[in-house]
């Protein structure tokens, strides 16, 4: 009796375990985004996911300007030594995937595009220079033989991919079909898996594998929280906006010391944009130029240049913003409206506040004994020179420059503990 028990709980044990394994499922990310080292790790940890339980196919949908050439290698070098089928599709419709996009893509088992899609232009670029020939000529021939490395591997057109990198092509997804640039073209997600369902695919290295798909769930792998956090800081435009703010709520803490929130604020923002800026293709000169201009807001203040500072200062915010990241491509750098947008009203922000400072650092206290400085009294003894003053019904000890009679009007000059030194006002009225 209990062999057959033992017997049947063994079974269903198999059956389960082989249910279990039938019913393996697709791994699903999108990335709608710059490249860059957080995609990179996102990329890695789906695929790292799909080895653990051993999926189907990891399935990326991405939408890309393009972006670093280290991530974008990284990413290409994941996806090459994956063990689980990659199947990349541009999607939606209307989106593309150039430059550092199109190495991904060409990289995947399956290379799939929607309709009204374009994918290509991967010539390379230095940041921040003017390549002058041979610069151009190494580039070029870096990249192409990069691309060449595994395209021809995945059965592709080597050609073709390669005039994308040395002549900036790009190709609608019906000429990168045609080109054997892509494998297969489909509307959505439902398509695209019906097309590649037993479909056979050969491996980088130089294996086949035949796809089977059809009805498997899809999973989305959505990115953590901190990468997330991440991801959205490696906008240059938010960089640049965390350390402007985060200058200007220093600048108030210094200046109202024990407010402590405008501290702990622009700590948290100029740390926070040091890091976005550390990993970014991050320009000194143009940090520099941002410092630069909030020291020529401090002069404003101090000197009548009658907005000349001001201007100049604006004008170097601008500019260093706009220098600030030096990416390879456009949506890679601190666009000329956000630098416009954040600088001009900063440099109005930050001058309305240096110039409150500098007022109140210059008017005399209006509390305890400094306050009397340069009040009009009335002698109410003779002062020959040492008598008392009337101070709003007080009587103090005084010490005058000459004599006084009683009733005089004096103007006190100093205040030296509890007498004060005065001397004679002249023609000026006294306080009342």
């Not at 232009?121 to 230095?126: G, N, S």
């Not at 929280?225 to 959205?232: D, N, P, R, T, W």
């Not at 340069?374 to 009337?390: E, I, N, S």
Request: overall charge neutral; aromatic content about 6%; charged content about 20%.
């Amino acid at each position: 009796m209990r062999r057959r028990l033992c017997s049947l709980f063994l079974v269903v044990l198999f059956c389960a375990v082989t249910s279990l394994g039938a019913h393996a499922e697709i791994l699903k990310i999108v990335i709608n985004d710059t490249i860059h080292p957080i995609t990179d790790e996102y990329i890695g940890r789906v695929l790292a996911e799909a080895r653990a339980v051993k999926a189907d196919a990891v399935l990326i949908e991405i939408r890309t300007p393009g972006g670093m050439v280290d991530s974008t290698r990284s990413i290409v070098e994941k996806i090459l030594a994956s063990d689980i089928p990659v199947i990349v599709f541009v999607a939606p419709t209307g989106g593309y995937a150039a430059s550092a996009g199109f190495f991904i893509l060409q990289s995947a088992d399956v290379a799939a595009m929607a309709p009204g899609t374009n994918t290509g232009a991967a010539h390379p670029v230095i940041m921040g220079e003017k390549m002058d020939d041979v610069m151009k000529s190494k580039l070029e021939n870096d990249a192409a033989a990069f691309m060449r490395s595994y395209v021809s591997r995945r059965g592709r057109n080597v050609e073709a991919a390669e005039s994308a990198v040395r002549e900036s092509k790009s190709f609608s997804e019906q000429e990168a079909l045609d080109k054997n640039l892509i494998d297969v073209i489909a509307k959505d997600q439902a398509e695209l898996l019906q097309k590649l369902d037993g479909r056979t695919v050969t491996r980088f290295n130089g294996s086949t594998l035949t796809l089977q798909i059809k009805g498997k769930p899809v999973r989305d792998f959505p990115m953590t929280v901190k990468e997330s956090v991440l991801a959205f800081l490696m906008n240059p435009n938010i960089a640049f906006l965390l350390f402007s703010l985060g200058m200007l709520a220093l600048y108030g803490e210094f200046n109202n010391p024990g407010a402590v929130l405008p501290g702990v604020v622009g700590v948290v923002c100029i740390l926070l944009a040091v890091f976005a800026l550390n990993i970014l293709p991050t320009r000194f000169a143009g940090l520099a130029m941002i410092l630069g201009a909030f020291a020529l807001f401090a002069l404003e203040v101090k000197y009548t240049s009658h907005g000349v500072l001001g201007i100049g200062g604006t004008i170097l915010m601008v500019l260093g913003a706009l220098m600030l990241v030096d990416g390879p491509i456009p949506e890679m750098r601190v666009s000329l409206f956000t630098a416009l947008a954040v600088s001009i009203p900063f440099a109005l922000i930050t001058i309305f506040l240096m110039s409150l400072a500098v007022k109140a650092h210059m008017n005399k206290s209006m509390i305890g004994t400094e306050s009397m400085v340069g009040m009009m009294v009335r002698a109410h003894t003779a002062l020959t020179p040492r008598g008392t003053v009337d101070i709003e019904g007080e009587y103090w000890q005084a010490n005058c420059a000459g004599h006084a009679s009683a009733g005089e009007a004096l103007v006190v000059k100093q205040v030296k503990g509890l007498e004060l030194e005065v001397e004679r006002a002249e023609n000026q009225t006294p306080q009342s």
